[in-house]
């Protein structure tokens, strides 16, 4: 099986499988009235309203993810993006909105470059080589033989709370998750891709790097649709919304925290 295959597969069968599943269970409690000659007409309806909102939902997992992917681009990197793709790198703003604007197919072709020009999180080799971790000793330091992680920190502190978790600090995941993006993003508030990296590490610190492939993690529990809402963004006496933050950027935020930093925000099952 090659790269393709094991993308489609990741990627396109869950959510068809999901978009069936939504499908099923909406016929099963009567969403289809018209069980006469409109029958057939209902049931295309439905069909393709679930595929276009799960096409929807995939394509803004796809939009945070390569954001992220740029935003940590050093900036030689992130110069020859804008560059290769006639934006402005003084303008933030521009460059964000030309992402959003991305249809699928472009936006994986673009973090299929990336990724393949810049395997080690937007730093060349020899950046990254040059980064390896250094153990010190007295007045001096000697470099070992180790692969380059940008993720150790993250490590870290998900075994932080980890510890916490098994203790008595936080009772659930969920309780971690809302309380790292506060304390680590506070203003600036989190993408979607940066909720899913710890949550990824959160489960198993010492897990393979998080990568493409793992993108989907945890998805779930992000999901907010007109079937369904994940238990990080809806229920509970505190979950996460979304809100503007001071770069005009829209981020997701704890609400217990969100209207401290910005009067901007809205629930994610769109609730008034």
């Known amino acids: 099986m090659n790269r393709n295959d094991i993308e489609f597969y990741n990627n396109n069968v869950p959510a068809i499988r999901r978009a069936l599943e939504r499908i099923a269970d909406a016929l099963e409690k009567g969403n289809n009235k018209h069980l006469g000659t409109g029958c057939s007409l209902d049931s295309d309806n439905l069909v393709n309203e679930t595929f276009k909102a799960e096409e929807n939902e995939e394509l803004d997992t796809q939009h945070d993810y390569l954001h992220g992917l740029v935003q940590d681009l050093d900036n030689n990197a992130y110069q020859e993006f804008c560059n290769a793709h006639c934006l402005r790198a003084n303008d933030a703003v521009e460059v ?23 395997p080690f999180g937007g730093k060349s080799n020899d950046q990254a080589n040059e980064d390896a971790i250094e153990l010190k000793h007295g007045h001096f330091s000697e470099k070992i033989g180790v692969p380059y992680d940008d993720d150790y920190d993250l490590r870290v502190t998900a075994k932080m709370y980890n510890a916490e978790l098994k203790g008595d600090g936080f009772r659930t995941k969920k309780e971690c998750i809302l309380d790292y ?23 198993n610190p010492n897990a393979p790097k998080f990568g493409y492939n793992n993108r989907g993690y945890y998805s779930c529990a992000m999901t907010h649709n007109r079937w369904k809402f994940g238990h990080l963004v809806y229920g509970g006496k505190d979950h996460f919304v979304k809100g503007i933050n001071k770069e005009g950027n829209e981020r997701y935020f704890a609400l217990s925290f969100v209207e401290s930093v910005t009067d901007y925000w809205k629930y994610c099952d769109n609730r008034k």
């Open 96 to 118: 964000s909105n030309y992402i959003t604007d991305l249809d699928y197919d472009e936006v994986l072709g673009i973090i299929k470059e990336l990724e393949e020009e810049y």
């Open 181 to 203: 993006v506060t304390n680590e993003f506070g203003s600036h508030g989190a993408r979607y891709t940066d909720i899913i990296k710890f949550a990824y590490y959160l489960n």
